[in-house]
Structures are given as C-alpha cells and as structure tokens.
C-alpha cells in the first residue's frame, strides 16, 4: 500500500468516547476526515450529537452519539452493543472520557480522588474490556487511550496541582503497555497519546492561571491548537502504525523532552 493508503480510514467504524468537546472532537474530526464512521459518547449527550452533525454536514461520514457513563458497566454495553448492531465491526476505539481536580496532594478529597480514578482509569479499562472482547472475534482492531504529559511525571504544582489526575494519567500508561502485551496476540493494537497543554474546558483555569510559565516549557513556544491532536489519531488508528504497539506518543510541543 502507498501511503495514503496506509492512512485512509474509509469503511472502519470508530467510538470516541468525551467525543463531543474538546479534544475528543478533534480526534472524531480527524477520524471522520479520513473516512470513518463514528460513534461518539458521553455523559452529555448533546455536545456528542452536535458535533456527529457537524462532522456529518462536513465530512460525509456517517455519526451516532449515544448517552455514556464511562464508569457504568451497562451504559458501556449498550453503547458497544449498539454500536456493533449498526455497523457489524468496531475498529477503532478512542478512549477520551477524563476528569479532573485541581486540589494540593495534603488535601484532595478521596471522593475527589475516586471520581478522577473511576473514570479515567476504571472507564478505560471497561470500554477496553468491551470493545477490546469484539475486536478478538473480528480478529483484530485498534484502541487509542488518551493519556497526558502529567502522567510521564511529576509536575510543579504552580502549574498544575492535581495529584489524582496526574496519577490516573500515569496508570493509563501502564494499563496500555499492559493491554498491548495481553492482546498483540489478537491483532490489536494498544496504543496512547500523551498530550501537553491544549486549551480545553478542563485546562481553562491552568492555562488562564500559569500559560506565561508553561509557554516557558514548550521547546516550541506555542499551547496545542484544534488540528495538532489530528495526525496521531489518524496514525494510530490506521494501518500506517501496524508495527507499533504499547506505544505513548508525546503530543506536547516538546515538554516532556525538555
């Protein structure tokens, strides 16, 4: 195959959970512009099925957005379910859903603490576990965690104090080494992105807060923009990358090598 190729997604079918806002809708855009089909789920189902309208109107990709709580094994099941009685395959999954709190490690509040765990960890791993169960009977696909530059290692708490975050990020990284080892077997690739600061509605009060000394730690000067998260996905979610798995690739201007 030529490169293009490598890189075209018509015909495969992708879930992007959080897919609605923020980054996940940017990796839904970058999905549906390379020819996939999509699903996209959340806990607020709106954003989802406006954005699977724009990206319809846009990109002549067919969209579902379907309510989810990541961290609810039945909302879990039925998206999948739903998902493969549309399409008959599921190829690709995204696993975007995150949370966050902001708050110094002598203090955090373990309800905090389970709710950031629960479902940035526990609903990785139960959308994982669902799909992941598909694509070993269809004989292969590909699951993309969204992991973050927090999770590489500790950060200065002027720039982001968020001990439960971080430490969610960092057992993503290892849940997808860990997946990648137990399913290479079955053609599926397990791979995460480890984004740096992008502005987002989670990064809003960070970036407003401290952007002068995070901008200082960007070998490239510059926060992530609405197109930097597109060509990873893609990648990952193509054959292009069908030598690479267990992998984090760093989508942070440089932070985490300076």
Not at 44 to 66: D, I, M, N
Not at 114 to 122: A, G, L, P, Q, R
Not at 218 to 231: E, H, V
Request: glycine share 12%; charged share 20%.
């Amino acid at each position: 195959m030529n490169v293009r190729q490598l890189l075209d997604l018509t015909g495969k079918t992708a879930i992007v959970t959080g897919g609605g806002r923020g980054l996940g809708a940017q990796i839904a855009q970058g999905l549906a512009e390379s020819g996939a089909n999509l699903v996209l789920c959340s806990r607020k189902v709106e954003t989802c099925r406006e954005t699977a309208a724009f990206l319809e109107q846009s990109t002549g990709a067919t969209c579902h957005a379907f309510v989810c709580d990541v961290r609810d094994p039945d909302d879990v099941r039925q998206v999948v379910e739903k998902t493969a009685e549309i399409y008959g395959r599921i190829d690709i999954l995204v696993n975007n859903s995150g949370a966050s709190w902001g708050e110094p490690a002598a203090t955090m509040p373990l309800e905090a603490w389970n709710k950031v765990m629960d479902i940035n960890v526990t609903g990785t791993f139960l959308m994982s576990q669902a799909v992941g169960r598909i694509m070993i009977e269809q004989g292969g696909g590909k699951i993309i965690n969204i992991a973050s530059v927090a999770g590489l290692s500790g950060t200065d708490p002027q720039i982001l104090d968020a001990i439960g975050y971080n430490t969610s990020k960092g057992a993503i990284i290892a849940l997808t080494k860990d997946l990648a080892a137990k399913w290479g077997e079955h053609h599926i690739y397990v791979n995460a992105i480890a984004p740096g600061f992008f502005p987002s509605k989670m990064t809003r009060d960070v970036i407003l807060h401290g952007e002068e000394q995070i901008l200082r730690r960007i070998p490239l000067g510059r926060l992530g923009s609405d197109s930097d998260l597109k060509g990873s996905a893609v990648f990952l979610a193509s054959a292009a990358s069908d030598y690479i798995t267990g992998a984090i690739l760093p989508v942070d201007g440089g932070m985490s090598a300076s």
